[in-house]
């Protein structure tokens, strides 16, 4: 794998521990912290912020799904679930959260190697969707703005849409602000901005 990563592994047996303390460096990862309970994964993660979380399901205090959804809430990360058992009902809880995959037990280091790699790769994958939604809608929520900004500038100017358009975002680029920024500031001073008499 060409990405070193930072990993807290949780699980509640120390046989289990041991295995991912000894095959994660093999693997070119560091283990930087293993915990016994959710609620010791809990304050791990919110203490060392790792890349990637591998935990038990079945561990006192908090399960392993609980655990990961209240890191995920504070800081999304990928998580991968380890499970003695397939349980449908587990699997169906892990897909609300950020668990970017599941091994059943026992784990060998030919399905560690390649699990780590997907789930990482899934959980970039994701994030970058989850960005792109939010700028798109963003981007929708500002458009009746600029189409105001813009419109009051092809009034004002006297100008068409086309150079409307350019000096507003001349204006964002002069003030190294947002388009939706300038947008604003025009809107701001629409009642100087109109003609006498209007």
Do not use: W
């Not at 399901?57 to 799904?65: A, L, N, Q, S, V």
């Not at 001349?170 to 809107?187: G, T, W």
Request: hydrophobic fraction near 45%; charged fraction near 30%.
């Amino acid at each position: 794998m060409s990405q070193s990563l930072r990993i807290i592994v949780a699980d509640d047996e120390p046989d289990m521990r041991d295995f991912f303390e000894r095959m994660l460096p093999r693997l070119g990862h560091q283990v930087v912290a293993l915990a016994e309970t959710g609620r010791e994964l809990v304050e791990h993660c919110r203490a060392l912020q790792p890349d990637l979380v591998i935990t038990d399901i079945k561990m006192p205090e908090m399960d392993g799904i609980e655990a990961s959804q209240l890191i995920c809430s504070e800081r999304p990360i990928p998580v991968i679930l380890v499970s003695a058992y397939h349980d449908p009902e587990l699997v169906q809880r892990a897909e609300a959260n950020h668990v970017m995959a599941y091994l059943v037990k026992p784990i060998g280091k030919t399905d560690l190697g390649p699990t780590i790699s997907l789930a990482v790769h899934r959980f970039a994958e994701l994030q970058s969707l989850k960005k792109e939604a939010a700028d798109l809608r963003q981007a929708l929520a500002d458009r009746p703005i600029i189409e105001r900004a813009k419109g009051l500038l092809m009034k004002v100017a006297g100008v068409d849409e086309k150079v409307a358009f350019r000096r507003l975002q001349e204006l964002a680029a002069d003030r190294n602000e947002k388009l939706i920024e300038a947008a604003q500031r025009v809107l701001s001073m629409e009642k100087t901005l109109r003609p006498a008499g209007d």
